[in-house]
């Protein structure tokens, strides 16, 4: 199917082997690499529009999608993997017809940006893990287990009462919803939220309300176990990498993305100060600022990049296609 037009800022938007996806050019010519963007657990394309408007204002193309089991596309296996997240991105890039991008994502999508990264390096450009998790501590990997555990019953509490048509049941089922998107905006922006985050916690509370909730509990499920994916393969990491998260996040601590830049031949990390989880939402500005010097500075000559070289001929490739080329 041809992509339909959206708005200026938008070359292409459709959906592509059961994923949905938009492509932003950048707002002026030329293309200087295409960006993907990954998003996290329980959100989905929109909540990168901070970053489109800053990427594509500094002249890159910009692509987002909406991970299995969320917005509009389908749903993952009922016991998904990593690498079914990280197929479903090469699926979108040969679509797409890209050779290389800058690959970028947030606590769940970061840990499918670094397996892309890892098992399709030839492909990346550069990969930033923005609030990743990385060997949880017992505690901590107790207290996610438990908030996947919930998620699960309330979606079986729910299921149950819509097919029994037990009002009651329903709505308590909708009570413990609404309290544990509560507790998740807690973790996320601080309680009570900050009256200058307001609008960007109402933002994620809508789109958590309305997540398919199948497809939230069997990613959150993988997330909460998958914190140990990549201990002892960071060493294979080939192309630059950069850990980004907030001094104030205590699920994706400044000590885990230190450990995973540590271990990685071509990491560093970066702290914000004072920020939460939502980063990229609550402090937009720093966290731009940073995505843009890290691309910047992994697609200069000498910058240890194998795959520096292919920016300059896969922007002058983004630069040639039209909205109704990029989708063949």
């Given at each position: 199917?041809?992509?339909?037009?959206?708005?200026?800022?938008?070359?292409?938007?459709?959906?592509?082997?059961?994923?949905?996806?938009?492509?932003?050019?950048?707002?002026?010519?030329?293309?200087?690499?295409?960006?993907?963007?990954?998003?996290?657990?329980?959100m989905n394309q929109s909540v990168w529009t901070p970053q489109i408007e800053a990427l594509t204002a500094a002249r890159y193309e910009v692509v987002v999608y909406d991970m299995l089991g969320h917005g509009a596309s389908a749903l993952p296996p009922?016991?998904?993997?990593?690498?079914?997240?990280?197929?479903?991105?090469?699926?979108?890039?040969?679509?797409?017809?890209?050779?290389?991008?800058?690959?970028?994502?947030?606590?769940?999508?970061?840990?499918?940006?670094?397996?892309?990264?890892?098992?399709?390096?030839?492909?990346?450009?550069?990969?930033?893990?923005?609030?990743?998790?990385?060997?949880?501590?017992?505690?901590?990997?107790?207290?996610?287990?438990?908030?996947?555990?919930l998620l699960q019953d309330g979606r079986d509490a729910a299921v149950e009462a819509n097919e029994t048509n037990e009002a009651n049941e329903a709505a308590e089922a909708t009570e413990a919803t609404a309290s544990a998107i509560d507790a998740t905006l807690a973790r996320w922006f601080g309680d009570p939220v900050p009256a200058p985050l307001a609008a960007a916690a109402q933002t994620v509370r809508e789109l958590l309300r309305t997540v398919n909730p199948h497809g939230y509990a069997?990613?959150?499920?993988?997330?909460?176990?998958?914190?140990?994916?990549?201990?002892?393969?960071?060493?294979?990491?080939?192309?630059?990498?950069?850990?980004?998260?907030?001094?104030?996040?205590?699920?994706?601590?400044?000590?885990?993305?230190?450990?995973?830049a540590a271990a990685a031949p071509l990491g560093r990390a970066d702290v914000i100060a004072h920020a939460r989880h939502m980063m990229n939402l609550s402090d937009a500005d720093a966290v731009n600022a940073r995505l843009l010097a890290f691309f910047d500075a992994a697609a200069r000559p000498g910058a240890d990049n194998p795959n520096a070289s292919n920016a300059a001929s896969e922007s002058s490739a983004a630069n040639e296609s039209s909205a109704g080329e990029r989708h063949v």
């Open positions: 199917m041809k992509p339909d037009p959206s708005s200026e800022s938008v070359v292409a938007h459709g959906e592509l082997a059961g994923t949905r996806y938009g492509v932003h050019a950048p707002k002026s010519a030329p293309a200087r690499a295409t960006v993907v963007l990954i998003h996290g657990v329980g009922a016991e998904p993997t990593l690498e079914d997240y990280a197929g479903q991105l090469e699926r979108l890039f040969d679509g797409l017809e890209l050779r290389t991008a800058h690959v970028a994502g947030h606590s769940m999508g970061a840990l499918v940006a670094l397996e892309f990264a890892l098992t399709r390096a030839s492909r990346t450009l550069s990969v930033a893990a923005l609030n990743a998790v990385y060997a949880r501590t017992p505690s901590q990997r107790a207290a996610v287990m438990a908030r996947a555990a069997r990613t959150y499920r993988l997330f909460a176990a998958a914190d140990e994916a990549h201990v002892g393969r960071l060493a294979q990491l080939a192309v630059p990498a950069l850990f980004l998260t907030g001094e104030c996040d205590p699920n994706s601590s400044p000590a885990m993305s230190r450990a995973m």
